[in-house]
């Protein structure tokens, strides 16, 4: 993940554990409603004076959590969300309101399911089970020292509680441990689908690439360029122009015929690099057949493209092909300009035209399309 996309999306992850915090401090509410439920039924072992405090400091320790959260601190730990802390702060205030209730304990030992709930998807299995041994240690702790100051009403029920608090936390200790490995193969096979959306992303790149290019040359292809120059032509303003060069090697079939189509070969890649080296970015250089090359000169008046294509002769006339003694390299050149409304086929037309001209007044030319010149 790169730095913009982390700016992206940590916002967004802190306005989630800001949430999955309310979601905690909703509980917290419900918990106590229900321990003033109690208390108005009569069920305080301690006076009310206990009860606000203990609801004071209940509240009091939310809004240090609230003050982690709403400044950013919680950033800084390992576990931004601070399940681990907020789990064992609750189970530490349920088991104080128990201890606080003389009857009645035991419909709000399902409280002790609810706060772990929050650490099922999000604890390791390992914490999640020191979280619930500390939860039943922190009642049965509580039943004991009951039972030992002798404040123990009903021996029978707390015992009977204490046990089914513990199926409970076995039961949920057991499907926290199920829900993390179903957690770590679905992030698997997340990793693997990714890795294959990467694999068929590079695939299609290279296939594209390949449609794209000739092979021989690494030059585009004929149906590449149009589709380009097509681009180009309708997204031209009025008042430019971009220049059309149509490149034949010439006396290319006596190449073949002396050299083999491995020399001819040879002599194409070298035009291929030899144009590469010449042309600036953004020009479009293609192979439009054969022998033949279509070039485009973007924002180019008649001038520069003269000037580009007679470079490009000079440099080619002065090549010489890896492995292949020819003893004269030439190719012509017919140039057409490109004006906003034209027409690509009859662009095309005019440089072949042109080209044609070149060649019958002796190749190794560069003729223009807009006038009859010596290039």
């Not at 002790?112 to 922190?138: D, H, N």
Request: glycine share 6%.
């Amino acid at each position: 993940m790169n730095s913009g996309s982390f700016q992206v999306e940590r916002p967004a992850l802190q306005r989630l554990l800001v949430r999955r915090f309310g979601m905690a401090v909703a509980t917290y509410g419900l918990a106590l409603l229900l321990f003033w439920l109690a208390a108005s039924f009569g069920l305080l072992r301690d006076s009310l004076g206990i009860a606000v405090l203990f609801s004071a400091l209940v509240v009091a320790s939310q809004l240090v959590f609230l003050a982690l959260f709403a400044s950013g601190l919680n950033r800084r730990f390992k576990d931004p969300s601070l399940t681990e802390p907020q789990v064992l702060t609750a189970l530490f205030w349920h088991t104080c309101l128990l201890a606080l209730l003389e009857n009645g304990r035991g419909p709000l030992l399902v409280l002790y399911a609810v706060i772990l709930m929050f650490g099922i998807f999000q604890l390791p299995p390992r914490v999640f089970i020191r979280c619930s041994i500390l939860a039943f240690a922190g009642f049965l702790g509580l039943v004991l020292w009951e039972l030992g100051v002798g404040r123990l009403a009903d021996p029978p029920l707390a015992l009977l509680e204490v046990c089914v608090l513990l199926l409970v936390l076995v039961w949920l200790s057991l499907f926290s441990s199920y829900v993390q490995s179903l957690r770590q193969r679905m992030r698997k096979r997340r990793f693997a689908l990714q890795a294959h959306q990467d694999t068929l992303r590079n695939m299609m790149r290279q296939l594209e690439a390949q449609v794209a290019t000739d092979e021989l040359t690494g030059l585009f292809n004929r149906r590449h360029f149009l589709r380009l120059a097509e681009r180009a032509l309708e997204e031209l303003d009025a008042g430019r122009q971009h220049g059309l060069a149509l490149i034949d090697l010439d006396h290319f079939k006596q190449i073949n015929d002396h050299h083999g189509h491995a020399g001819g070969d040879r002599v194409l890649q070298t035009f291929a690099a030899v144009a590469r080296a010449r042309l600036r970015d953004g020009d479009i250089l293609a192979r439009y057949g054969g022998e033949e090359f279509v070039l485009l000169l973007p924002d180019a008046d008649a001038d520069r493209v003269a000037s580009c294509c007679e470079r490009l002769r000079e440099a080619f006339a002065s090549a010489e092909p890896v492995g292949v003694a020819v003893e004269r390299l030439s190719l012509s050149v017919g140039m057409p300009l490109l004006r906003a409304g034209d027409q690509l086929d009859e662009a095309l037309h005019r440089a072949d035209q042109a080209l044609y001209r070149a060649k019958r007044n002796g190749r190794n030319r560069c003729d223009a399309a807009w006038e009859k010149c010596d290039a």
